[in-house]
């Protein structure tokens, strides 16, 4: 059974830089997309950005384009959200999300086929 745990989350001022982490586990994830969405207080989940496994494919909402990047290490079975020059727009639980080979919900911005249970980040003007 995959499971996704993230962390990094935390309070950071405005400007400022923040590195959030996915661990993955239970499966091979050759194959797999990854991504990373965000639900802030009273309104609905947003994606952020989706790398596939190979790291050959990448995209990102319009909202964090040039400020955050996604990366995945194989080795480790993380995914990473480099997340600079943060906004207290920003504000959210930021979720894990996977799709296995062949759904599309993560490629779409629409959501995986498994989520992490969160973990909060907090801009602060």
């Known amino acids: 059974q995959v499971q996704l745990v993230e962390s990094g989350g935390g309070l950071v001022q405005a400007g400022g830089s923040l590195r959030l982490s996915c661990a993955a586990s239970g499966r091979t994830f050759s194959g797999y997309y990854m991504a990373w969405f965000r639900q802030a207080p009273g309104k609905e989940h947003e994606f952020v950005a989706a790398?596939?496994?190979?790291?050959?494919?990448?995209n990102y909402a319009d909202s964090v384009k040039g400020r955050f990047t996604i990366s995945r290490d194989t080795a480790k079975n993380t995914v990473d959200l480099q997340m600079n020059s943060l906004k207290p727009e920003d504000t959210a639980v930021y979720y894990c999300?996977?799709?296995?080979?062949?759904?599309?919900?993560?490629?779409?911005?629409?959501?995986?086929?498994?989520w992490g249970k969160g973990t909060l980040v907090t801009v602060s003007s």
């Open positions: 999300a996977a799709d296995p080979p062949g759904r599309l919900g993560v490629r779409r911005g629409a959501g995986g086929d498994y």
């Open positions: 790398i596939s496994w190979s790291g050959g494919s990448t």
